[in-house]
């Protein structure tokens, strides 16, 4: 059983920034693809962005790139999410999520491909 736990949201202004954390439970969180998604109320969630295993490979969904970047450090079991130029639109329970059954170079913004979930963390972006 793999735990993931996000941290870092919280209520910034348009325009700002976040760096949102997820650490993760298990020594072998380098074999796994992780991915961090979001969703806003009233709305289905979204990829927002995915990175391999070894950090070779990485998705973005259009509306954050450029803005958002999403990075890990293997040694800390942590997977990082750093958001800048932050819009209202934004706004939504990030969440991250580990593939387990990953190859090296898999990233995947399709949320059925992931086994685990952390609880979520608030973002919200007033204007």
């Known amino acids: 059983q793999v735990q993931l736990v996000e941290s870092g949201g919280g209520l910034v202004q348009a325009g700002g920034s976040l760096r949102l954390s997820c650490a993760a439970s298990e020594r072998t969180f380098s074999y796994y693809a992780m991915g961090w998604f979001r969703q806003a109320p009233g709305k289905e969630r979204e990829s927002v962005a995915a990175?391999?295993?070894?950090?070779?490979?990485?998705y973005y969904a259009d509306s954050v790139k450029g803005r958002f970047t999403i990075s890990r450090d293997n040694a800390k079991n942590t997977v990082y999410l750093q958001m800048n130029s932050l819009k209202p639109e934004d706004t939504a329970v990030y969440s991250c999520?580990?593939?387990?059954?990953?190859?090296?170079?898999?990233?995947?913004?399709?949320?059925?491909?992931?086994?685990?979930w952390g609880q979520g963390t608030q973002v919200t972006v007033s204007s």
């Open positions: 999520a580990a593939d387990l059954a990953s190859g090296i170079f898999t990233v995947s913004p399709n949320p059925e491909n992931y086994d685990y």
């Open positions: 990175i391999s295993r070894s950090s070779t490979r990485t």
